[in-house]
C-alpha cells in the first residue's frame, strides 16, 4: 500500500528554523530517490530537495545553503531541515518520490513564516 505522511510544520517567524519528517511505506522508499515539494498558494507544486538511496542531495537554488534533506532507511523516513525561513517559504510541503513524483501524495504539513 502506498503510503506518505508528512509532520512536523507549523508557523515561525522569519529566520527560524522547522525540521519536516516523512514516513514512507516499504513499497515506496526502497532505494528510490526521495524529496521535498512544496505548494505555495496559487502555485503549482514543485520540488525543492532531492535525496538518492546514496545520500546524495540535490536542492533548487532557494533551498541551497538553508534546507537540508536526510533519510533514514531503517526506519523509512525522509526529513527536511529548514533554516533562514523566509516568508516566501510558505507553503505545504509534500514528500513523494523524485524527480517524478507517485500520482498518489499525503496530506502535506504546512509551513507558515510570518511575523
Known amino acids: 500500500q502506498v503510503q506518505l505522511v508528512e509532520s512536523g510544520g507549523g508557523l515561525v517567524q522569519p529566520g527560524g528554523s522547522l525540521r519536516l519528517s516523512c514516513a514512507a511505506s516499504?513499497?515506496?522508499?526502497?532505494?528510490?530517490?526521495m524529496g521535498w515539494y512544496l505548494q505555495a498558494p496559487g502555485k503549482e507544486r514543485r520540488l525543492v530537495a532531492g535525496?538518492?538511496?546514496?545520500?546524495?542531495?540535490v536542492y533548487t537554488d532557494s533551498a541551497k545553503g538553508r534546507f537540508t534533506i536526510s533519510r533514514d532507511s531503517a526506519k523509512n523516513m525522509v526529513y527536511l531541515q529548514m533554516n533562514s525561513l523566509k516568508p516566501e517559504d510558505t507553503a505545504v510541503y509534500y514528500c513523494?518520490?523524485?524527480?517524478?513524483?507517485?500520482?498518489?501524495w499525503g496530506q502535506g504539513t504546512q509551513v507558515t513564516v510570518s511575523s
Open positions: 513523494n518520490l523524485a524527480p517524478i513524483p507517485l500520482t498518489s
Open positions: 516499504d513499497s515506496i522508499f526502497g532505494r528510490n530517490t
Open positions: 535525496i538518492d538511496s546514496g545520500g546524495s542531495t
